[in-house]
């Protein structure tokens, strides 16, 4: 379907955006509806096993979460939450979910292990998931906490579920009580 | 004529490297998610990403499509975003020949027309909630990135 002359959108599914190309890596940020856009891919994530991402908000949304960990997990498909916050509110992770065969060809990624090893990538289940929005140091959404910034500054939000300001501050603040 | 070599040279390396400052440019990484975003460059770059094109779906104004099409010239990248004013914000897609965009809104299914967003970035997630309401059971959503 194209869109009408009125900005009507046509609604497609991820199966049928690929059609016979193979798919290697999925980002996907809607906001609340990642298990449909993944709903719609089922040939293609059994056909191609990409490698995905999704935006979970651990705390806000729990239920919802617990049916994208689940269909997640029933692709056979391995979830790491990534440890740093990915949005406006501060329980928002990117999810990286890898095939489960596809692991052990992995364990010679140097960015791979080195992001599991220092604790940026934690592999998780149903249970300990939603543990992973205080673990610290937490690190911010904006560019901070990187190769230029200042010795032991990361962006924080002191004691909000949003973010206050862009503005960095020490590592013993970055613990969000949300 | 040696003159005119060099000038011509001259002229051919300010416009290399103006195009390859352009080029930086559109690839800087985008100033968020840098741990995210490391991760997924360092699987494109040394070669642990499965074969295969890359998917943007929420794309908004491109920042992450641009990362992924700079990184791994030789894969195609879909930028999928309901919104056309996102998109026609998506500007490496002028200049980086792997990038292709789609104004679409995808879901479990599809086959059907959704009225799309409004002005500004805030109505993309008002305007998913419908496309959510169309579906199925109405969801709470979050923030626009």
Redo the contacts between chains.
Sequence with gaps: MRPSAHGDVPVSTVDELFGDSTAGFMHIDVEGHELDVLLGGGRVLSRDRPIFSVEAHLRREKKSNNKLFNHITALQYTVFVVHEVCGWFTDCRNLLCIPDERLGSLAGSAVLNLAVRSGVLVKVNLRNISEYTSAAPLRGFYDAGGLLSKPGQYVCNKNSRTWKSDKPCSTANTQPND | MRFNTMLASGLLSVALSSAQHEHANLCRKP??????N???E???R?G???????????A?TGE?TCL?ACVSPS??V?A?D?S?KNLRLLRCADHIQNVRK????????????????GKGAWA??S??LR??A???PR???????
């Design positions: 100033p968020r998610e840098s741990t995210f490391s991760i997924v360092g699987l494109l040394d642990s990403m499965p074969p295969g094109d890359v998917l943007d779906v929420g908004n992450w992924y894969r195609l879909h999928v309901p056309a789609a104004r679409l809104a995808l879901s479990a299914v599809g086959g059907y027309n959704i009225t799309g967003p993309t997630a305007y998913r496309a959510d169309a579906v199925g969801r709470r959503s979050g923030e626009h990135r």
